[in-house]
Nanobody, 118 residues
Framework: VQLVESGGGSVQAGGSLRLSCFSS???????MGWFRQDPAKEREEVAW???????TYRDSAKGRFTISRDNAKNTVYLQMDSLKPEDTAMYYCGAAPLGTCYFRQGAVWGQGTQVTVS
């Protein structure tokens, strides 16, 4: 499986972006997540969605970001609204090993898409 992210860019604070993550293989049984990394920090979880549609978000993303999935298109989305400068980072899509939502080991990652908020 290969993951390809798109949709990043530069926006002003308060703006919105929609990130997409396309998978070369089916994702219907896979827990999918969005993570981000600033060069000065460790990669951090932003949100993930399991195969049943259950979602979870980091506290700073709650109420502003929405993760969703379209299994027919093998695509996961991250709608980001009310963006803040502290959201600036490289955003990565990850696919957890089957049967888990554990991304720390064995996950497949995309190449990332840059989000810059000024």
């Amino acid at each position: 499986v290969q993951l390809v992210e798109s949709g990043g860019g530069s926006v002003q604070a308060g703006g919105s972006l929609r990130l997409s993550c396309f998978s070369s293989g089916p994702i219907d049984r896979t827990c999918m997540g969005w993570f981000r990394q600033d060069p000065a920090k460790e990669r951090e979880e932003v949100a993930w969605i399991d195969s049943f549609g259950y979602t979870t978000y980091r506290d700073s993303a709650k109420g502003r970001f929405t993760i969703s999935r379209d299994n027919a298109k093998n695509t996961v989305y991250l709608q980001m609204d009310s963006l803040k400068p502290e959201d600036t980072a490289m955003y990565y899509c990850g696919a957890a090993p089957l049967g888990t939502c554990y991304f720390r080991q064995g996950a497949v990652w995309g190449q990332g898409t840059q989000v810059t908020v000024s």
